[in-house]
């Protein structure tokens, strides 16, 4: 037991949860036990890292479930929601007697058909025009990696809609879109009353299918990796360049109808607080004229001079003036210069920040504002009896800084 300056028991304990990934077993993939406990010590080991001298007492419980895998497939014929049928956008293939949607829409896309698009006659005759080795019907979302293995020349690109919502997301997005030939946009529906049953269809409008919110009746242009909207293609390229670097993901909006969805608030209560160091970094340069057999077309001009920097200035912020700094560099290799002197402080910092300083007593006003006090300073929350509260002080000064609830860890 640790016993603070007035005799109390100043352990904390708090209760922590951990999980590892889900895993899909079968057959081909059997379960590994090893990597399973490495990421839950991992997870473990970096929780007392961040903490304040947390220590792993016990363990309480160790739970493992299993779950049936339903893998998402797609069949025969679903009939196109009114909502969706109303924008013209798509082609249903009315396939009543095989679960080969998958085939149909992809041919939809590569032979189409002007009258009766949706019959499957028109495409039954180019079904030995693709490569369908080793791929199982209905089509499983999964295996449509599979099928662009043997087909190199198709990229696809699906989405799934919500029928209440109305709204679209991203199911599957292949990595060799923008890379390929052809890239073919597809639609997962499915049928309300069994929700194990889906359908593919062709996109072959996706500005139509996706931009109603628009009140312009001119062609739109869609992001494939964020479903964002766009006037031109030049402000589309713009924005692609940033966003293909990040995974598929689905901009939501609001109900404005919803204040509650409306309102912004976070529970991230430790993110609140502000930083106790950081680096401010100005730079000095000179122009430099470039040769003209060197010069090159930028845009409507022409480069002539480009910036050689000379040095810089850092000054090192913090909350604690006894550790404030600056320096200045002026001379050669001035970013490999810059960078050596960040990684420098960021050693220097670190081994600042690792002090654990015992708290310093309490004075009167201090001691009376604890003993006062019924919120948490962290969270806002009451305390109570299987939460009390504790004090929370500056590791690096000593310096007692509020209270805090007992579980509540605070990162600096």
Request: hydrophobic share 35%; proline share 4%.
């Amino acid at each position: 037991m640790t016993v603070n300056d007035f005799g109390q028991d100043d352990t904390s304990r708090i209760t922590a949860y951990f999980y590892t990934f889900a895993v899909v077993i079968s057959k081909a993939h059997l379960l590994d036990l090893d990597s399973a406990i490495a990421h839950l010590n991992e997870r473990v080991e970096g929780f007392t890292r961040r903490g304040s001298g947390y220590v792993l007492a016990r363990i309480d419980e160790l739970s493992a479930s299993f779950v049936k895998f339903r893998p998402l497939v797609a069949g025969s014929f679903v009939s196109t929601p009114q909502w969706i049928e109303n924008k013209h956008a798509i082609v249903n293939i009315r396939n009543q007697g095989d679960d080969k949607c998958f085939v149909w829409s992809i041919l939809a896309y590569l032979y189409p058909a002007k009258p009766k698009a949706y019959r499957v006659t028109n495409y039954k005759h180019y079904e030995h025009t693709r490569n369908l080795t080793g791929l199982t019907f209905p089509l499983p979302v999964k295996q449509i990696a599979k099928f662009e293995s043997l087909d190199p020349s198709i990229a696809v690109y699906c989405l799934a809609c919500d029928r209440d919502s109305r709204s679209f997301s991203i199911l599957y997005f292949s990595p060799e879109v923008h890379k390929r030939e052809n890239t073919i946009t597809l639609l997962l529906l499915d049928l309300p009353r069994d929700a194990q049953r889906h359908h593919y269809v062709y996109v072959k409008k996706l500005s139509a299918l996706i931009s109603d919110r628009s009140r312009n009746n001119h062609k739109r242009h869609v992001c494939l990796s964020c479903l964002q909207v766009f006037s031109s293609e030049r402000i589309l390229n713009d924005h692609s360049r940033c966003c293909l670097i990040h995974k598929p993901q689905l901009t939501k909006f609001p109900d404005p109808n919803d204040l509650k969805s409306c309102t912004l608030s976070s529970r991230s209560h430790h993110f609140e607080f502000p930083f106790s160091f950081y680096l401010v970094a100005d730079f000095e340069s000179f122009l430099k004229p470039v040769d003209g057999g060197q010069q090159q077309q930028s845009g409507a001009g022409r480069v002539i001079n480009v910036h050689e920097p000379s040095g810089f200035c850092v000054y090192r912020v913090s909350s604690f003036p006894d550790y404030q700094t600056s320096y200045t560099y002026s001379g050669a290799n001035v970013i490999d210069a810059f960078y050596d002197h960040v990684l420098r402080q960021a050693r220097v910092i670190s081994a600042i920040l690792s002090r654990n300083v015992p708290m310093s007593l309490l004075d009167d006003e201090q001691q009376w504002s604890y003993d006062a006090a019924v919120t948490c300073r962290n969270c806002g929350n009451k305390f109570a009896y299987d939460n009390p509260k504790t004090r929370h002080h500056c590791h690096v000064t000593g310096n007692y800084m509020f209270l805090r609830h007992v579980t509540v860890v605070i990162w600096h």
